[in-house]
């Protein structure tokens, strides 16, 4: 058995694997198509091609952020993490978290809201323009969305993809009808890791 080593290759070997199962990858979009393969390298599930939403002017919207050297503001530092930072330093892009912030740490536990909440509205003002991405909490996501419906939050793109089954859901089918643009995947399914790797499909694009 041969072992492939370089990461490079490995890669490589991967998304070649995603194209040869998945013949319907070739009728998509290109940018479209680069963003569910990284989804589903990133899972290792080929059923996410079903999975991946995209609504209409989204990848766009996230190419020209990016482009201008707009921030990304992320709900949990896992996602954070996971995003290319040579990519980023390359257009200029930062990358901003606050859950653990002290100063939102003691206003979640005063108000008795989650951090995750708290968080969404310290650092929405850094990603006007740029791109909000939550990948973890539902109630971050819901949090944005009331922000953008009231004037507070200006992102040119979200993605949401919060896991779990409490919230999850039901805050991806709210992003999906507040006419923004933005990526998802409804249901219960997704995660930081889908998050990033959705971000890091833009920002190899861009």
């Not at 892009?93 to 968080?119: L, W, Y």
């Not at 930081?192 to 694009?205: E, F, G, M, R």
Request: hydrophobic content about 45%.
């Amino acid at each position: 058995m041969n072992i492939i080593v370089d990461p490079r290759e490995i890669e490589k070997k991967s998304m070649s694997i995603i194209e040869e199962s998945l013949p319907r990858l070739k009728d998509m979009d290109f940018k479209e198509k680069e963003i569910v393969k990284r989804v589903i390298h990133t899972t290792g599930d080929l059923g996410c091609i079903d999975l991946v939403k995209i609504s209409p002017g989204a990848i766009e919207a996230g190419l020209e952020a990016i482009k201008r050297g707009k921030s990304v503001l992320t709900d949990v530092n896992m996602l954070k993490t996971g995003l290319i930072a040579s990519r980023m330093n390359s257009f200029g892009v930062r990358a901003h978290c606050f859950i653990s912030d002290p100063e939102v740490i003691d206003e979640a536990k005063n108000t008795g809201q989650t951090r995750a909440m708290v968080a969404m509205r310290k650092g929405a003002p850094l990603a006007g323009g740029g791109i909000i991405a939550v990948g973890n909490a539902p109630t971050a996501l819901f949090e944005i969305l009331k922000m953008i419906r009231e004037g507070e939050a200006f992102p040119a793109l979200v993605v949401g993809t919060p896991v779990g089954f409490v919230g999850a859901a039901e805050s991806k089918e709210a992003l999906r009808e507040a006419g923004i643009c933005h990526i998802t995947m409804p249901g219960t399914r997704g995660g930081s890791t889908v998050a990033a790797a959705i971000i890091n499909a833009l920002l190899l694009q861009a």
